[in-house]
């Protein structure tokens, strides 16, 4: 099992930045696969970015590309969403998940592990 925590969530005004942070705990030694996603109020959950365990294989929905950016530190079992010019329609409970796949996923159902989510918040 892996437990996922999720922090650095907030609200911001829009063009602001903020930073998630998503601490692995449990079973880590597994070459394990990182993504973000997100889910709005009454929307599906959705695809943000995944790095797999290298950091060679990084994913981003088409939404966030030049404005987020994800990475790892498997030293200290974290992964990082760094979101700049954060627009409202970036509104959501973002969580983080592990996939036991060498390669990055968009796909929900690679994910066996997932954090409760941090909620992020952009006024306009």
């Known amino acids: 099992q892996v437990q996922l925590v999720e922090s650095g969530g907030g609200l911001v005004q829009a063009g602001g930045s903020l930073r998630l942070s998503c601490a692995a705990s449990?079973?880590?030694?597994?070459?394990?696969?990182m993504g973000w996603f997100r889910q709005a109020p009454g929307k599906e959950r959705e695809f943000v970015a995944a790095?797999?365990?290298?950091?060679?294989?990084?994913v981003y929905t088409d939404s966030v590309k030049g404005r987020f950016t994800i990475s790892r530190d498997n030293a200290r079992n974290t992964v990082t969403l760094q979101m700049n010019s954060l627009k409202p329609e970036d509104t959501a409970v973002y969580s983080c998940?592990?996939?036991?796949?060498?390669?990055?996923?968009?796909?929900?159902?690679?994910?066996?592990?997932w954090g409760q989510g941090t909620q992020v918040t952009v006024s306009s």
């Open positions: 998940a592990a996939s036991p796949s060498i390669k990055s996923s968009t796909y929900t159902r690679a994910y066996a592990f």
């Open positions: 449990g079973r880590t030694s597994g070459p394990y696969t």
């Open positions: 790095i797999n365990w290298d950091g060679a294989d990084i």
